[in-house]
């Protein structure tokens, strides 16, 4: 009799789960522009993953003999560079494919350093006593008071500049997002039955956290997670450009934008696709970000 409970139990698991994930894509495709945004960052990880294999040259590889060639469809371009050249020569179709993998790299080490540190500051903030709470919010109450970029600047500043610090600057600003949003989520979550209940068992104080309350915390924090990739893949662009990112040659957008910006007038192109790159991605990611609250929010959900 108990091994047929537990096969039925097992088998209502199984169908809960596809169940969800249904309501999930249900409630999700409703937003046509999240739908949209997804399809494009799909295309942009495709890119980003298939860099070495997409691109038709090295994006260092210099060819001097055509330098700032216009597009293929302006007067003067050439197949052999579809989107024209830099001011050394460079291809830019190839730098802008090879700037993908460097974005798309951004995003991840920042979301996840600055999430997995926020999430843990939080649950600490939610469970500890007043005086630790109070102190811990007061700390990231002070470094939301400084404007993000100016922050990640002067951290960059003092810790020299390259892609990795830039890196190290943007996950150290964001991280007070996530403190604030999970200790808010853990404080509504902690006086529910289910933690009352787990309390009264005898759970511990990480299995609480860990187990029992951060499962039910997590759908405003990946909704964060979204639109912290795209603010990363924007601030790095932003040091990039003001020569405390990435450094060239490396075929960074915020530093293709830096090294162009002596040819605006002259050489349009070379100022204007990586900026559309990082405005589709940016845009593209946003939309799929506001897609994922709709879903996963249940005040937003519609009956």
């Known amino acids: 009799m108990s091994d047929v409970s537990s096969q039925t139990a097992r088998s209502v698991i199984d169908k809960g789960r596809p169940g969800r994930l249904r309501e999930f894509w249900r409630y999700f495709r409703e937003n046509r522009g999240a739908v949209i945004g997804l399809y494009v960052f799909a295309a942009f990880v495709l890119v980003a993953i298939l860099a070495n294999v997409l ?7 210099q060819f001097r003999q ?5 597009p293929v469809w302006q007067e003067g371009g050439s197949w052999a560079f579809p989107l024209g050249t830099d001011p050394l020569g460079r291809d830019m179709l190839s730098r ?19 999430s997995s540190g926020g999430i843990l500051i939080g649950l600490i903030a939610g469970f500890a006593p007043k005086w630790l709470d109070t102190l811990i919010m007061r700390v990231m109450d002070i470094i939301l008071a400084f404007p993000s ?3 990640a600047l002067v951290l960059v500043a003092i810790l020299g500049p390259s892609l990795l610090n830039a890196m190290i600057a943007i996950a150290l600003v964001l ?8 200790r808010a ?22 299995r609480l956290m860990f187990v029992t309350v951060l499962p039910n915390c997590l759908a405003p924090i990946i909704v964060q997670a979204a639109l912290s990739f795209s603010t990363a893949i924007l601030d790095a662009a932003a040091l990039g450009f003001l020569g405390m990112g990435a450094q060239p ?18 050489a349009w192109w070379v100022v204007t696709f990586p900026g559309l790159a990082i405005l589709v991605t940016v845009l593209a990611i946003n939309l799929m970000g506001d897609g994922l609250r709709d879903a996963l929010d249940p005040k937003l959900k519609r009956s």
């Open 249 to 266: 040659p490396t075929p960074e957008w915020g530093t293709m934008l830096a090294e162009a910006r002596e040819f605006i007038l002259r």
């Open 149 to 151: 970029l100016l922050l």
């Open 55 to 61: 691109a038709p040259y090295d994006p260092t590889a």
């Open 66 to 70: 055509n330098t700032l060639q216009p």
């Open 96 to 114: 802008l494919i090879h700037g993908a993998r460097f974005s798309f790299f951004v995003g991840i080490v920042v979301v996840v350093v600055s």
């Open 185 to 206: 989520s853990v404080m509504n979550e902690r006086t529910k039955d289910y933690v009352v209940s787990a309390r009264v068992a005898g759970a511990g104080l990480g």
């Open 175 to 182: 991280q007070p997002h996530y403190v604030r949003l999970t």
